[in-house]
């Protein structure tokens, strides 16, 4: 279905980070942040939740470094994650 509505609707941050959560929970880390580089681009840099999951795929391709700055600008933009400023101090994806 996210396919689909990504034909609908293509160049929607919203979609497209949808897209790259289905592929993140699949394990396929690599297309998720191809998905989320997309969703970036498109506008989805001024969403938080957004750049917490971009940090998130990041982390698991193990750039870790870049990870911590997409959380912090996601925590700068007043996220409300339950588990964002544990994954900061932690340095780690906590699900």
């Known amino acids: 279905m996210i396919t689909r509505a990504n034909d609908l609707q293509p160049n929607q941050p919203t979609i497209q980070d949808t897209y790259g959560f289905v592929m993140y929970k699949s394990k396929n880390y690599k297309d998720a942040e191809k998905w989320w580089k997309k969703a970036l681009s498109n506008g989805g840099n001024k969403n938080s939740e957004t750049l917490e999951h971009y940090g998130d795929v990041l982390f698991q391709l193990g750039k870790v470094d870049e990870a911590m700055t997409y959380w912090q600008k996601a925590k700068d933009l007043g996220s409300n ?15």
Request: charged share 45%; hydrophobic share 40%; glycine share 0%.
């Open 81 to 95: 994650s339950k588990f964002l400023e544990q994954k900061i101090l932690e340095r780690k994806v906590i699900d």
